[in-house]
C-alpha cells in the first residue's frame, strides 16, 4: 500500500496570503494524484485531479504541481472559504490512499 | 445534476450488521464504479470498497475484506455495502462516491453527504 504523507499538520495563514501544501508518496505514482477538501461536517470537495487540472468549478487561485513522489497544492491568495482540511489521493495503485490532511486554519 | 445519497447508518453492536444504502440520481448509474470511501471521527478518509459498472468486479481493502460486501441495482440506482463482524473501528461517516469517466474513476468527483456508522455496546 502506498503511504501519503501531508505537510504540514496544520498552516496558519492570513486571508489574501498563499499557502503551500505539500504531499509526498512512498512510492512513485506518475501525476495520479488528486486533492480535496472538506469543511466541518461537509463531503470533501474534489479540487484538482492528475496532480495539477482544475475540476470544474474551481477557482484560478488553485493550482497543483509535481510528479513521482512530491507533490504540491498552491492557493495563491486565501478567501474566508478556504480555510479548510485539505487531502491528497494517490490512484496509481490500488488501494487508493489519502494523506492525513493538512488543515489551514486563519492566523 | 448528480446526487447521491447514503441511509442506513446507525448504532451497532459489536459482532453486529449493518446494511447501508446510496441512491444515485443526475447520471446512468450502469456506466460508472461506484466506490465507499470513510472517514472515522475526527479522522482522515479511508477507501472501503468499489464495485464495477456491471457489479462483475468488486475491490475491497483488506481490513473489510471477508466481513462487507458491496453490491448494485442497476434498475434501481442504488448501491448498498453490507457490513458484518462490526468492529468498534469501523466507527465512521460512510460516503458514497462516484468518479470521473474513463481513466479517472478514481478520481472522486462525486460525494453523498455520508451516513454515520457507530460501533458500540
Known amino acids: 500500500e502506498i503511504v501519503m504523507t501531508q505537510s504540514p499538520g496544520t498552516l496558519s495563514v492570513s486571508p489574501g496570503e498563499r499557502a503551500t501544501l505539500s504531499c509526498r508518496a512512498s512510492?512513485?505514482?506518475?501525476?495520479?494524484l488528486a486533492w480535496y477538501h472538506q469543511k466541518p461536517g461537509q463531503a470533501p470537495r474534489l479540487l484538482i485531479y492528475?496532480?495539477?487540472t482544475r475540476a470544474t468549478g474551481i477557482p484560478a487561485r488553485f493550482s497543483g504541481s509535481g510528479s513521482g513522489t512530491e507533490f504540491t497544492l498552491t492557493i495563491s491568495s486565501l478567501q474566508s472559504e478556504d480555510f479548510a482540511v485539505y487531502y491528497c489521493?494517490?490512484?496509481?495503485?490500488?488501494?487508493?490512499?489519502f494523506g492525513q490532511g493538512t488543515k489551514v486554519e486563519i492566523k | 445534476e448528480v446526487q447521491l445519497v447514503e441511509s442506513g447508518g446507525d448504532l451497532a453492536q459489536p459482532g453486529g450488521s449493518l446494511r447501508l444504502s446510496c441512491s444515485a440520481s443526475?447520471?446512468?448509474?450502469?456506466?460508472?464504479?461506484m466506490t465507499w470511501v470513510r472517514q472515522a471521527p475526527g479522522k482522515g478518509l479511508e477507501w472501503v470498497a468499489s464495485?464495477?459498472?456491471?457489479?462483475?468486479?468488486?475491490v475491497y481493502v483488506d481490513f473489510v475484506k471477508g466481513r462487507f460486501t458491496v453490491s448494485r441495482d442497476n434498475a434501481k440506482n442504488s448501491l448498498h455495502l453490507q457490513m458484518h463482524g462490526l468492529r468498534a473501528e469501523d466507527t465512521a461517516v460512510y460516503f458514497c462516491?462516484?468518479?470521473?469517466?474513463?481513466?479517472?474513476?478514481?478520481?472522486?468527483?462525486?460525494w453523498g453527504q455520508g451516513t454515520l456508522v457507530t460501533v458500540s455496546s
Open positions: 464495485i464495477k459498472e456491471d457489479g462483475s468486479e468488486k
Open positions: 512510492q512513485s505514482i506518475s501525476i495520479n
Open positions: 489521493q494517490q490512484y496509481n495503485n490500488w488501494p487508493g490512499t
Open positions: 443526475g447520471f446512468t448509474f450502469s456506466t460508472y464504479w
Open positions: 492528475g496532480a495539477s
Open positions: 462516491v462516484r468518479g470521473l469517466a474513463g481513466a479517472s474513476m478514481w478520481v472522486f468527483a462525486y
